[in-house]
């Protein structure tokens, strides 16, 4: 019985945490969370950016680990185009050691991260954006001094192997956006590890 309490306990903190969130056409909350070089890094410190590529990510799940070169090319193609990437990572490292910010650091170091990669300790970014998944993408553009969400979901439609990724989502959201389109598909379904959420 008492498994059964903490079980249900544990699936209520889970679908409290990710209810909700951000849709397409909201204002996202900017965030002050801690970088791998030890400053806290926000989206106002990118003054000249058009907008962002929020990627919720980890250092240990499969799927992030099969994204991680993507993640990094996207970086290197758009952000000298105004949209850099902000990876964060959300998981409960209570849950997940190996997701510990010192592993953070290491990882970023060996991967050679260009972009920065901040810890969300309380899981606080993880829930008001609405993020459910590693990774979970959120293409964000500056409109007016407001960060207004554009695209939500998955980066493209091959986990598995990058050369037979037919559809490039995060990629055709920001082209959409450079060349002042509206964003085609919208929205996709994540797909990666669930987030690890606090049991409290």
Not at 50 to 67: E, L, S
Not at 107 to 128: G, R, V, W
Request: charged residues 25%; positive net charge; contains cysteine.
């Amino acid at each position: 019985m008492k498994t059964k309490l903490i079980l249900l306990s544990l699936i209520l903190s889970v679908l409290t945490s990710v209810a909700g969130g951000y849709k397409v056409g909201d204002t996202a909350k900017d965030f002050s969370l801690k970088n791998i070089d030890g400053k806290n890094v926000s989206m106002a410190d990118f003054t000249n950016s058009k907008g962002f590529i929020v990627v919720f990510t980890c250092n240990t799940c499969p799927f992030a680990k099969a994204y991680e070169s993507r993640i990094i090319n996207l970086d290197k193609k758009y952000a000298a185009l105004g949209y850099p990437v902000i990876a964060i990572n959300p998981n409960d490292v209570k849950i997940v050691p190996e997701d510990s910010y010192a592993n953070m650091v290491e990882l970023a170091k060996e991967k050679k991260y260009p972009f920065p990669y901040l810890l969300d300790e309380s899981q606080e970014i993880a829930s008001t954006y609405g993020a459910s998944r590693t990774p979970h993408v959120f293409v964000i553009e500056k409109i007016k001094g407001a960060n207004i969400i554009k695209y939500i979901g998955a980066i493209d439609n091959n986990v598995d192997d990058a050369n037979k990724v037919t559809a490039k989502f995060v990629e055709n959201a920001v082209d959409a956006l450079l060349a002042g389109k509206e964003v085609q598909l919208a929205e996709t379904k994540a797909i990666g590890c669930t987030i690890k959420w606090k049991a409290n």
